[in-house]
């Protein structure tokens, strides 16, 4: 089945230490984003790409870093610098950026944890 | 830029009960608006999507939102509320080339 798989489900981070989540779709689509949603906060934009090699700085982007070497993978590292990592992170896909075809796709998401 | 106003953050209805959930939003021309919807530990799901044309908009799972333009609300609406349907709800605003903008969401309970 087609779709956007994240791992891991859940994942635990220690102070100082950079952690990746994976983000993988066999959807063909161009465009793939990465959200942090907190309690009571909604889904706020990290940063998103629209096609392989190029991607753009969302709302909240200090302390995240991502890559696009490859159309089906979008993978979102938290680094040392983001002092307040704990929350639910989510990767979405879309068939090409722009709103009027922008039915996202989301993974089940990522729970990060600073232990 | 796009924004996106849930003023109800938390819902609690009967089993049976008739549902609307409000969204506000703001732009300057007429927006593409979604409603999505999100169980616990889960990814969110498209309900339904306003684009242009008739201003009710039909969705999945029994949904229906009406887009009014004089009130700048899309708000979210079904007949008979099911059990199943306790979840998150979101509403969202897209405009040209730019990514969706989210609400906080409303969260759904269903009493029997």
């Known amino acids: 089945d087609g779709g956007i798989t994240q791992s891991p489900k859940y994942l635990f981070r220690k102070e100082g230490q950079n952690v990746t989540l994976s983000c993988e779709q066999n959807l063909n689509h161009d465009a793939m984003y990465w959200y942090r949603q907190d309690p009571g906060q909604g889904l706020r934009l990290i940063y998103y790409?629209?096609?392989?090699?190029?991607?753009q700085k969302g709302d909240i982007a200090e302390g995240y870093s991502v890559s696009r070497e490859k159309k089906e993978s979008f993978p979102l590292t938290v680094t040392s610098a983001q002092k307040n990592p704990t929350a639910f992170y989510l990767c979405?896909?879309?068939?090409?950026?722009?709103?009027?075809?922008?039915?996202?796709?989301f993974g089940s998401g990522t729970q990060l944890s600073v232990l | 830029a796009q924004s996106v106003t849930q003023p109800d953050i938390h819902i609690t209805v009967s089993e049976g009960a008739s549902l609307e959930l409000r969204c506000n939003y703001s732009y300057g021309a007429t927006p593409y608006l979604f409603w999505y919807v999100q169980s616990p530990g889960q990814g969110l799901q498209l309900l339904l999507k306003y684009f242009s044309g008739d201003t009710l908009v039909q969705g999945i799972k029994g949904f229906e939102a009406e887009f009014k333009r004089s009130q700048s609300s899309f708000n979210l609406r079904k007949p008979s509320v099911h059990w199943s349907d306790a979840a998150e709800y979101f509403c969202?605003?897209?405009?040209?080339?730019?990514?969706?903008?989210f609400g906080k969401g409303t969260r759904l309970s269903v009493i029997a």
């Open positions: 790409s629209q096609i392989v090699n190029d991607f």
């Open positions: 979405a896909s879309s068939a090409r950026q722009g709103a009027r075809s922008e039915k996202l796709f």
């Open positions: 969202a605003v897209g405009a040209g080339n730019t990514p969706l903008v």
